[in-house]
């Protein structure tokens, strides 16, 4: 399986056949609590590396998700309607956000693997 | 993910903020105090803790003040539109600071504690109440800001059956009364009230026997530490409006949904601040009201959102929204044009530029279960 990519705004991507399947951090739900509600694009839709994408919502408050990678939207986990909570249980599994047809497979190199991102992450805490 | 910045300001603490921190809670910046959002259950299952059986708050960053002063109910009765003479003694009153313009400085309890008369009011508000009561009133009482006491709320439909085994009268009491009561070897103050829409009481202790009652009522089986955020939750589908959000001091009472806490004694004479445009408001109808609104999607509609008629018309604006756990979907107060304030009206919300079906319903959104004996 293709690894792990992340974004400073807690977002995740991992790019398998041209293909990337994404979604936020166990950092980023653990910020959050309790996911609410998820809005997801429409397929077709065309987004910039780092635009916005998504919206999350937890009890408290909403937040904007951003795209690891520009592209066009082919799929959204149609799961997340009746269960966000996903997000919270399975973050970087069940509770991905959605597919994007990626345009330019070298913005790969501006996200962080798996270890950058740790250490990312502990120097938030 | 967009993050949201936090600041520098040095936050004062409770005397329960080590507990909380020892509990793993989440502590945020809330009217200048360091308090505790949510524990690491998580502030959905903290709501439904408090519907379901018992939760314990820290409310210590609330202001406790004391008025003394053989006049003391007749002159705070110019700065509230509540009826405060006939108030019985140990009996808790919701009422309104107002402003001379009709518009709320901030909202409160009053209890007349014999001897004394005792309010709570919003932590963000305290050092202004007192400010305003010293003005209008310090040549004929006085008025004193308690330092040195904390307060409690325990709530929940167990709250009774777990305070009994600590102050067995506690469970006799009515809803909206109060009574000194020992617990242990301390001086409490209980009064059988809330802001969660289920039964409840509110201690007050002093400081330095927080931390033991915390932990006695904690270690009770039926009772879990709650957070803001479950309070939040809790209030907004009880219909309960929030200083600085649903009331401030442009919003009367009349136009809020607080004319029920309006004494008719008041009504016919008059005599408190703000009395001209509250009296009118009264008599003519407001010209907006607070609602509560029910979105039809799973969208929330958060503070801020405009409201629009089913003709695409602004009509108001959200000042609470969320998600409520209880109802299993979003919830909302705001405030509408008085021609779309009636129960069914269809609304407009527009969220994210765009309008999303909602209907005016009827508060609150969970019934209260209060206790009256």
Known sequence: MAELRYTKSHEWARVENGVATMGISNYAQEQLGDVVYVELPAPGKKVTQLGQVAVVESVKAASEVYAPLAGEVVEVNGALADDPALINRAPVGDGWFLKLKVANAGELGALMDEAAYASYVAGLK | ?373
């Open chain 2, 1 to 373: 993910m967009s993050e949201s910045s936090s600041s520098s300001v040095p936050l004062r603490r409770t005397p329960l903020h080590e507990a909380h921190v020892a509990l793993g809670a989440k502590m945020v910046g809330f009217a200048g105090y360091d308090m505790p959002v949510q524990y690491p259950e998580g502030i959905l299952a903290e709501h439904k803790q408090v519907r379901s059986s018992a939760g314990l708050f820290d409310v210590s960053h609330m202001g406790q003040v004391s008025l003394w002063g053989d006049e003391a109910m007749r002159a705070l009765e110019r700065l509230v539109p509540a009826d405060l003479l006939e108030l019985p003694a140990w009996a808790v009153r919701y009422t309104q600071f107002t402003r001379e313009d009709g518009g709320i400085i901030d909202d409160l309890m009053v209890t007349n504690a014999g001897h004394r008369v005792s309010l709570v009011v919003n932590a963000s508000r305290k050092e202004a109440d007192v400010e305003h009561l010293v003005a209008r009133l310090g040549h004929s009482i006085d008025v004193a800001l308690l330092e040195g006491r904390a307060l409690m709320a325990l709530q929940g439909p167990y709250a009774a059956t777990v305070l009994a085994r600590h102050a067995p009268r506690a469970s006799h009491m009515a809803f909206m009364t109060a009574m000194p009561a020992r617990i242990g070897k301390v001086d409490a103050i209980i009064s059988r009230s809330g802001y969660t829409g289920e039964d409840g009481f509110e201690i007050s202790v002093p400081s330095e026997a927080a931390l033991d009652l915390w932990r006695r009522l904690l270690a009770e089986p039926e009772v879990k530490p709650i957070g803001l955020g479950a309070r939040d939750s809790l209030r907004l589908e009880a219909g309960l409006c929030l200083y600085g959000h649903d009331i401030d001091d442009v919003t009367s009472p009349v136009e809020a949904g607080l004319a029920w806490s309006i004494g008719r004694r008041r009504r016919n004479d008059g005599g408190f601040l703000g009395e001209q445009r509250i009296l009118t408001e009264l008599r003519n109808g407001p010209s907006r009201r607070r609602v509560g609104i029910l979105p039809e999607g799973k969208a929330p509609a958060r503070e801020g959102t405009e409201i629009h008629d089913a003709e695409g018309k602004r009509v108001g604006i959200v000042t609470s929204g969320g998600f409520g756990p209880s109802v299993g979907g979003p919830v909302a107060l705001g405030y509408v044009e008085a021609r779309a304030a009636k129960v069914g009206t269809p609304l407009g919300l527009i969220v994210r530029g765009e309008a999303r079906p909602a209907k005016v319903v009827a508060l609150p959104f969970v019934p209260h279960r209060y206790f009256r004996g």
